[in-house]
Each structure stands twice: as structure tokens, then as C-alpha cells.
């Protein structure tokens, strides 16, 4: 009902990063977003603690209220949102390789021949790109 591609993804234990395209003349992001996430929490069992806030406007506790939008400016740009996205897991130290982290679309970037398995293997050209 609200198509859309994923060209990149990696979810973390605290957060995550997505990089979608739309369909042409279709910029709804917030509609797919509240899909998306009504559809996880319905899964998810409710066992998190709420404040009050959070009680009263019937919110789960697993989404921060608000999320940080990017609309990608040129092919420049893309890669290196792209990039990014799949660095985060070694960014914050979650994994030595990103070949370990299962929860990104690393794995499907070096299926398609986008990047090689061993990409980012050498920390100092990660933090010239990358680095805090």
C-alpha cells in the first residue's frame, strides 16, 4: 500500500539508520514510518517501562519520539549516507567486522558486489570518512 525500497538499513541495539527511495512524486516518509512501526510493536510483547507521558498518549516505550530526516541532495551524497549507514555497527563498536553484524543490508550490498566482505577493514581510512 505505501511501496517503497530499501537501499540501505542497519538496526542497533539503540538505534537505527534507513535509506529509502520513494515511488516519484511521493515524499510521505512519516505515513511509512507509522506503518512500519505500528506494525513492529504489535509483535513486540509490552514489557517496557513508560512514564507518564507515554502512558497517556498510549505510546510505546521502544521509539523516541522523534527521528531525523534527510532528503539526499545528489549521488554524492547518497554514498555517503549509504556508507554510513553500513559503518555504524564498527562506529560504535558493536563488532571488529561488519560481516559479523547480521542486522544490516552490509550483507546484500557485498552479495550484489557493492562492497567487498572485508570493507572497512583498515580503521584509519574508516576514521578519515567516517570518524566522531
Given at each position: 500500500?505505501?511501496?517503497?525500497?530499501?537501499?540501505?538499513?542497519?538496526?542497533?541495539?539503540?538505534?537505527?539508520?534507513?535509506?529509502?527511495?520513494?515511488?516519484?512524486?511521493?515524499?510521505?516518509?512519516?505515513?511509512?514510518?507509522?506503518?512500519?512501526?505500528?506494525?513492529?510493536?504489535?509483535?513486540?510483547?509490552?514489557?517496557?517501562?513508560?512514564n507518564a507521558s507515554q502512558q497517556n498518549r498510549r505510546e510505546r516505550g521502544i521509539w523516541q519520539r522523534r527521528c531525523?530526516?534527510?532528503?539526499?541532495?545528489?549521488e554524492r551524497?547518497?554514498?555517503?549516507?549509504?556508507?554510513y549507514i553500513h559503518y555504524n555497527p564498527l562506529k560504535h563498536g558493536h563488532v571488529q567486522r561488519l560481516v559479523d553484524w547480521p542486522y544490516s543490508s552490509f550483507h546484500r550490498a557485498v552479495a550484489e558486489?557493492?562492497?567487498?566482505?572485508?570493507w572497512c577493514a583498515v580503521p584509519e581510512q574508516v576514521e578519515e570518512n567516517y570518524g566522531e
Open positions: 500500500r505505501h511501496p517503497f525500497h530499501i537501499d540501505a538499513w542497519v538496526v542497533l541495539p539503540e538505534h537505527m539508520h534507513c535509506l529509502w527511495t520513494l515511488p516519484p512524486g511521493d515524499a510521505d516518509f512519516a505515513r511509512r514510518w507509522k506503518v512500519i512501526k505500528f506494525a513492529f510493536s504489535r509483535r513486540l510483547p509490552s514489557t517496557e517501562t513508560l531525523w530526516e534527510h532528503l539526499i541532495r545528489d551524497d547518497y554514498q555517503h549516507h549509504f556508507d558486489g557493492i562492497y567487498p566482505a572485508d
